[in-house]
């Protein structure tokens, strides 16, 4: 069993920057990929960036130069850097943990956060 819990969400303006934290307890933190979604009002979850066991990362396209993803393993902790943030990052953001080798879709994952909201005022 993994816990995840979020922080660092918060009210910023366009152009700002926030970093979100997710401390993970329990089991073999290095073993899981870690992965940060986020979800808007009436929108479906979608995946923001991954970060494999072996530490490389993927980022949407939509992130892409301006988030980025690390990992501490000696802390058990993912962190997503959020830069340049535009009103359309508003949402949910949730960390997720998954066990397998596929971590693209949400179903893939195993344990997840409770979340932290992430507002972008223009």
């Known amino acids: 069993q993994v816990q995840l819990v979020e922080s660092g969400g918060g009210l910023v303006q366009a152009g700002g920057s926030l970093r979100l934290s997710c401390a993970a307890s329990?089991?073999?933190?290095?073993?899981?990929?870690m992965g940060w979604f986020r979800q808007a009002p009436g929108k479906e979850r979608e995946r923001v960036a991954v970060?494999?066991?072996?530490?490389?990362?993927y980022y949407a396209d939509s992130v892409k130069g301006r988030f980025t993803i690390s990992r501490d393993n000696a802390k058990n902790t993912v962190y997503l850097q959020m830069n340049s943030l535009k009103p359309e990052d508003t949402a949910v953001y949730y960390c997720?943990?998954?066990?397998?080798?596929?971590?693209?879709?949400?179903?893939?994952?195993?344990?997840w956060g409770q979340g932290t909201q992430v507002t972008v005022s223009s």
């Open positions: 997720a943990a998954a066990g397998s080798n596929k971590y693209a879709l949400p179903r893939e994952y195993d344990y």
């Open positions: 329990g089991r073999a933190f290095s073993t899981y990929a």
């Open positions: 970060i494999t066991r072996s530490g490389s990362p």
